[in-house]
């Protein structure tokens, strides 16, 4: 079975970078059937996909419209971990983040502990 | 603003029947499964219907899910107070090519 461990600080501030790294146990970030999301909750704007990275031959990684720009997913296969990037941040990214295991049906079945990320100075 | 709108709130009391609606459009909801999520504070939010209208083992059968066209229905009968919670849609968008959530639903059990 699947299992995420998450890490990464729980303050970052304005304009700096957010950096969270998932580390997974009972498959592989390589995996064919899977793939390795982030996803965010606030109470201001909800549940948030922000991205994914997967792969079928070779990486691929998609990204939520919202944050498109200042965003990067990278897998890690010597560690077999995967990482969220988040760049410029403002206080508006203040939530909590997820790192999300989607199975081959295409539903995220498992979810990390989930990490506070507050954004202030 | 998220492109699978829900309403903000629904409510009603112990033991009767709630519904809470998605609506999207054809390159989302009308072209994909649609699933339904319930997230508690504090917590992961949980796997609740799947395929439109598909129950994961151990939840029960008072959650059920329903798609018709671009709208997506979750319907939770019998309701305890510990249904209260947000519940949110989610599906893929076919056209923007990203994983989608409605902006949530929080049901209140009176």
């Known amino acids: 079975q699947v299992q995420l461990q998450q890490s990464g600080p729980g303050l970052v501030k304005p304009s700096q970078t957010l950096s969270l790294t998932c580390a997974i146990s009972g498959d592989s970030v390589s995996s064919k059937n899977a793939a390795w999301n982030w996803i965010r909750q606030s109470p201001s704007r909800g549940l948030e996909w922000l991205g994914r990275t997967y792969y079928r031959s070779k990486w691929h990684t998609d990204y939520a419209i919202s944050v498109k720009s200042r965003i990067t997913i990278n897998p890690d296969t010597s560690k077999n971990q995967f990482s969220l990037q988040l760049n410029s941040v403002t206080p508006e990214d203040t939530a909590v983040y997820y790192c999300?295991?989607?199975?081959?049906?295409?539903?995220?079945?498992?979810w990390g502990q989930g990490t506070l990320v507050t954004v202030s100075s | 603003q998220s492109v699978l709108t829900q309403p903000p709130s629904v409510s009603a009391a112990p033991g009767q029947k709630v519904t809470i609606s998605c609506s999207g459009s054809?390159?989302?909801?009308?072209?994909?499964?649609v699933s339904w999520y319930q997230h508690l504070p504090g917590t992961a939010p949980k796997f609740l219907i799947y395929?439109?209208?598909k129950r994961p083992s151990g939840i029960p059968d008072r959650f059920s899910g329903s798609r018709s066209g671009t709208s997506a229905t979750l319907g939770i009968t019998g309701l305890q107070t510990g249904d209260e919670a947000d519940y949110y849609c989610?599906?893929?968008?076919?056209?923007?090519?990203?994983?989608?959530f409605g902006g949530g639903t929080k049901l209140t059990v009176l």
């Open positions: 989610g599906t893929w968008d076919s056209s923007l090519n990203v994983w989608m």
């Open positions: 395929d439109n209208n």
């Open positions: 054809s390159s989302n909801i009308g072209k994909n499964y």
């Open positions: 999300v295991y989607y199975d081959s049906s295409g539903y995220p079945t498992k």
